[in-house]
């Protein structure tokens, strides 16, 4: 009964741990992600329904505004 209390209590309490692109290998792996969890992740930084649009795959991938450093 234990571990069924926990397993529940473990899918119902929200993560702390924040989502990012570079958790992913690439835009698709991570566009999934966004849509499956409603499209309300913080891949999508511009709002615009793409996720993590400088990961290899996505639609800024190679351009100046995703070079960070």
Do not use: W
């Not at 571990?3 to 899918?11: K, N, Q």
């Not at 849509?35 to 649009?53: F, I, P, V, Y």
């Amino acid at each position: 009964m234990k571990t069924i209390l926990a397993l529940v209590l473990a899918a119902t309490i929200p993560s702390v741990y924040a989502v990012r692109c570079s958790d992913f290998s690439n835009q698709e792996e991570a566009q999934r992600y966004h849509d499956e969890h409603g499209g309300n992740t913080s891949l999508d930084r511009d709002k615009d329904g793409e996720a993590c649009e400088c990961l290899e795959g996505g639609s800024a991938y190679g351009s100046p505004q995703c070079n960070h450093g």
